[in-house]
């Protein structure tokens, strides 16, 4: 089926390790984006590229780092995890303008 | 700012009561609105949208009517079931920097007992 693809669907951390999620779209489009999920909070903007080539800053960006690898894939990068980290990670990607966005299953990620 | 704000859940009811999920909005000009529902351990789903004032949003039953006069975006349904137990998220969608983003609520649950 088409639609947004994360990997890994869980994964459990230490303190001060790395790891990159993936996401991946198969819909042609254009822009990406990358949310967090936190109990009461709603979802929160991370990083979001709005093309090909671009990436940029959402609301709460510290501590990530985002890769545009080409028009289907998106990546979220943590180079040191934080307690505070701890969280379900959405991504979601949009073809135009006022459109809905997809969203995949998400991330369900632990940092201890 | 630009905000959701979603009534408090949790939210319990009987199978075939009625449902009212109340969405109101803070927005500079006239944003497109929309209802996600996420079920558990999956992503959130596109269930409704309404891209103007007056307009009327449905799918499976149910509805939101896009309210300029009071800022506001309700879910309703007639008749729930089992099946709709799940979160309800209200959203909003704004240009930002170039591109766009969703605003959420933030999120109601629902349970429905049999």
């Known amino acids: 089926n088409a639609g947004v693809t994360q990997t890994p669907k869980f994964q459990v951390l230490k303190t001060g390790q790395s790891m990159t999620l993936q996401c991946a779209q198969d819909m042609n489009h254009n822009s990406m984006y990358w949310y967090r999920q936190d109990p009461g909070m709603g979802l929160r903007l991370i990083y979001y590229?709005?093309?090909?080539?671009?990436?940029d800053k959402g609301e709460v960006p510290n501590g990530y780092n985002v890769s545009r690898l080409n028009k289907r894939e998106f990546s979220l990068r943590l180079e040191s995890a934080a307690p505070s980290q701890t969280s379900v990670y959405f991504c979601?990607?949009?073809?135009?303008?006022?459109?809905?966005?997809?969203f995949g299953d998400g991330t369900r990620l632990s940092i201890l | 700012g630009n905000s959701v704000t979603q009534m408090e859940g949790p939210v319990t009811l009987s199978e075939e009561a009625f449902l009212t999920i109340n969405c109101t909005y803070t927005?500079?000009?006239?944003?497109?609105l929309f209802w996600y529902v996420q079920y558990p351990g999956e992503g959130l789903q596109l269930l409704l949208k309404a891209t103007k004032a007056d307009d009327k949003g449905s799918n499976k039953g149910f509805e939101a009517t896009y309210r300029k006069e009071t800022t506001s975006f309700h879910l309703e349904k007639g008749s729930v079931q089992v099946s709709d137990s799940a979160v309800y998220f209200c959203a909003l969608i704004l240009p930002y920097q170039g591109a766009q983003k969703l605003v959420f609520g933030q999120g109601t649950r629902l349970t429905i007992n049999p």
């Open positions: 590229s709005a093309s090909e080539g671009t990436t």
């Open positions: 927005a500079t000009g006239y944003p497109s």
């Open positions: 979601a990607s949009i073809k135009q303008e006022n459109q809905p966005q997809h």
